[in-house]
């Protein structure tokens, strides 16, 4: 069984960086898609970036393609979200996920969950 166990949410202000990161057990972790969603409060949980094992691509919303990298260190079972000049907009839960068998960009596409780290963004 996967569990994806995330860290180092937090409250920063408009235009400072974090890096949430998702430790990854249970499995081998390079046999698995690897993806970051977001939920907002009142709002859908909507996809922010993934990191494919089919075919090693890197895959980002729009909103955030110019200042938030996906990365992951397969020493270590850990996925990482380097988020850069956050907004206020960017607060929300996120939320990492796995999938072992396709490329998804959608929550139905992802097999596994953690529970949530919070990060807020003041203005």
């Known amino acids: 069984q996967v569990l994806l166990t995330e860290s180092g949410g937090g409250l920063v202000q408009a235009g400072a960086s974090l890096r949430p990161g998702c430790l990854f057990s249970g499995r081998t972790f390079g046999s698995y898609t690897m993806g970051w969603f977001r939920q907002a409060p009142g709002k859908a949980r909507e996809f922010v970036a993934a990191?494919?094992?089919?075919?090693?691509?890197?895959h980002y919303v729009d909103s955030v393609k110019t200042r938030f990298t996906v990365s992951r260190d397969n020493a270590k079972n850990m996925f990482y979200l380097q988020m850069n000049n956050l907004k206020p907009e960017d607060t929300a839960v996120y939320y990492c996920a796995a999938n072992h068998d396709r490329n998804a960009t959608t929550t139905t596409g992802y097999d596994y969950w953690g529970q949530g780290t919070h990060v807020t963004v003041s203005s």
């Open positions: 990191t494919s094992r089919i075919d090693d691509m890197t």
